[in-house]
């Protein structure tokens, strides 16, 4: 399980929007997400200022291109980052 801290309500639409161009919808605050071999949850919360994602797994076909955990959560973490 991975949490960003310091997500606001701009952040986390900021990071809806760069992911929807990516085709991968976050619908409502929390949710499950499973695009091209790569699944998770994610749950923003906003009182609190964090999202969280768990049971993240990469196969296939992403795992094929080389991606894996920590790529998948250092490419969220960069964009998060952006959107701060």
């Given at each position: 399980?991975k949490?960003f801290d310091?997500?606001?309500?701009?952040?986390?639409a900021?990071?809806?929007?760069?992911?929807?161009?990516?085709?991968?919808?976050?619908e409502g605050?929390?949710?499950?997400?499973?695009?091209?071999?790569?699944s998770?949850d994610?749950?923003?919360?906003?009182?609190?200022?964090?999202?969280?994602?768990?049971?993240?797994?990469?196969?296939?076909p992403?795992?094929?291109?080389?991606?894996?955990?920590?790529?998948v959560?250092g490419i969220?973490?960069?964009?998060?980052?952006?959107?701060?």
């Amino acid at each position: 399980m991975k949490k960003f801290d310091n997500i606001n309500d701009a952040a986390f639409a900021c990071l809806k929007t760069k992911l929807s161009g990516q085709g991968i919808n976050l619908e409502g605050n929390s949710g499950y997400l499973s695009k091209n071999g790569i699944s998770l949850d994610y749950a923003y919360d906003p009182a609190a200022g964090t999202l969280t994602i768990s049971n993240l797994e990469v196969g296939f076909p992403a795992s094929m291109i080389g991606m894996n955990n920590e790529k998948v959560l250092g490419i969220l973490d960069k964009a998060i980052g952006e959107c701060r």
